[in-house]
């Protein structure tokens, strides 16, 4: 079964780039888009999404758009956006990005929300981390900063804390030490490669 995205987004030359980059990714289905945000929430009940691609600079509080629904929100930015605002989302997809990576970030959300955490912090079985975000773990278990890690992968430092914040998800692990001890337990790293 596809995975259903909706788009809320005003611009369309945006909306039309990441119609055709997802129609192009057998895994999703792209629905109609939404380019009015005060059609949005009535959308969301009407087409049942998976996952919402949202313009993160046209709401303050999400709630307004999904009510009291539980579904992953993905920030799509082109533009500079505070951190502390992102954190509220599920994943952070910037148009700049190759199409692998904003797909892999869309179904980390949508994984995540699928599989949420247990209560005591355990990793629910077959809930991996994707190969992005294991060369994101390894990085971050050697010392590099965000900046870093986004110069070394090519992608933006968005991208980079959309998967750090999955990893974090994931694994349950918040600390830079935990996430080192857990990357040497499942022999990511080996400690020649610490500085």
Do not use: W
Not at 27 to 42: M, N
Request: with cysteine; charged share 25%; glycine share 4%.
């Amino acid at each position: 079964m596809k995975t259903r995205v909706l788009i809320i987004e005003p611009s369309e030359v945006v909306v039309a780039g990441m119609c055709t980059l997802l129609h192009e990714v057998s895994r999703f289905k792209v629905l109609e888009p939404v380019r009015d945000i005060r059609d949005a929430a009535q959308r969301v009940i009407a087409s049942r999404p998976d996952v919402v691609l949202l313009n993160p600079t046209l709401v303050e509080n999400l709630t307004d758009v999904l009510g009291d629904r539980h579904l992953p929100v993905v920030a799509l930015v082109y533009q500079y956006v505070e951190q502390l605002k992102l954190r509220r989302y599920d994943g952070v997809v910037d148009i700049r990005e190759s199409r692998g990576t904003i797909a892999e970030t869309l179904i980390a959300a949508t994984t995540a929300a699928a599989n949420p955490a247990q209560p005591d912090g355990d990793t629910p079985a077959g809930y991996e981390l994707s190969a992005r975000e294991t060369a994101v773990l390894v990085l971050v278990a050697k010392g590099l900063t965000n900046k870093e890690i986004a110069e070394q992968l090519h992608v933006s430092p968005h991208t980079v804390m959309s998967h750090r914040k999955n990893i974090v998800h994931k694994t349950g692990i918040r600390s830079v030490a935990g996430l080192t001890v857990y990357a040497m337990l499942h022999n990511l790293i080996d400690e020649s490669t610490l500085i």
